[in-house]
């Protein structure tokens, strides 16, 4: 069995951001979204992964060798945005005719027992009930339990089970020819190929497919979504002494993370704040913010913000979205 993880979108909900850095390699809770879904993979047992990526790819490629050199590693080029089902459709070289893949996508922070999936051996797809359907990829399910149709975002939707990017299939050749039948003959969704057409295309076929439900899931697509997500994680995190950041001055309202080789004085940092590698912090207000590795900020107040790596900030702000390298000086001269 392998993985694929899908990372070549644009994620164009996350401009700036993703302009710099994929979206996948952004930090919550002190770790990149990649991290996390690496961490949750290598923990059910996964050990050799197809990586589909696109624009600063290379990115992605230095991260997995330097954080996980222990894994085997596919690397695959996706060089026009067609959708995830042409993207997980193009990871079919690396597979056998009757080996199983696991698919997860590369904005999904999740917490489910993929172990007793893989063990199961069958068919499933992660599910979650959400209030707005629309917003997501939807299963239908039979009177049985097991998933009758899935739907790409549907206008008027038949259920509220949201798919939420965690996909084990059985056999993925049989997912590799619904892909490659989608393709030719243009069957597009909102004009893209989309994985869960190829999925439609195998439940029509007669194949069995179970639903499984996971305890946490995060579509880290947007800023908003992405601080919850932070907030969330950082309460799960073991609290980590601060005695070091009081002593200069600081006030640390937990839950916070704050990398070792950042530097912080006389600031309040917390609630629900995450610090990258090498930050620097004076006279700083922040709260429920991720401030990214070497950023530096002065003088500022800052809520509810995204601050890139190496962005610059000097004055007070109330909530930004900025990204990598920025330089904003708004005090007076």
Known sequence: MKAIIPLAGMGSRLRPHS??????????????????????????????????????????ESFISAQYPMVKSHYVIQTTSKGNGHAIWLAREHFADDEPALIVLGDTIFEADLAEVIAKGEN???????????????????????????????????????????YYIKNSSSLFDCLNHNIENEVRTQNE?????????????????????????????????????????????EAEKMDAWKAKGNIIVPPVYVHATAQIENS??????SVGEHAKISRSIVRNSIIG??????????????VGADASLIGPVQSLNIGDSAEINLRDS
């Open 19 to 60: 302009q710099t850095q994929p979206k996948s390699l952004i930090p919550v809770a002190g770790k990149p979204i990649l991290g996390h879904i690496m961490d949750s993979l290598a923990s059910a047992g996964v050990k050799e992964y197809v990586f589909i990526v696109g624009y600063l790819g290379d990115r992605i």
């Open 124 to 166: 499933a797809l992660g599910v979650k009930k959400v209030e707005d359907p629309r917003l997501f990829g939807v299963a239908e399910l039979h009177e049985a339990g097991n998933i009758k149709r899935v739907v790409e975002k549907p206008q008027i939707p038949h259920s509220n089970l949201a798919l939420v990017g965690l």
């Open 193 to 237: 190929f989309h994985l869960t057409d190829g999925i439609q295309c195998m439940l029509a076929k007669g194949m069995n497919f179970e639903p499984f439900t996971v305890k946490t899931w995060f579509d880290c697509g947007r800023k908003d979504i992405i601080l919850q997500t932070n907030r969330t994680l950082l309460k799960q995190r």
């Open 268 to 273: 309040i940092i917390g609630p629900d704040v």
């Open 293 to 306: 590795q070497q950023a530096e900020l002065q003088h500022a107040i800052l809520e509810n913000s995204l």
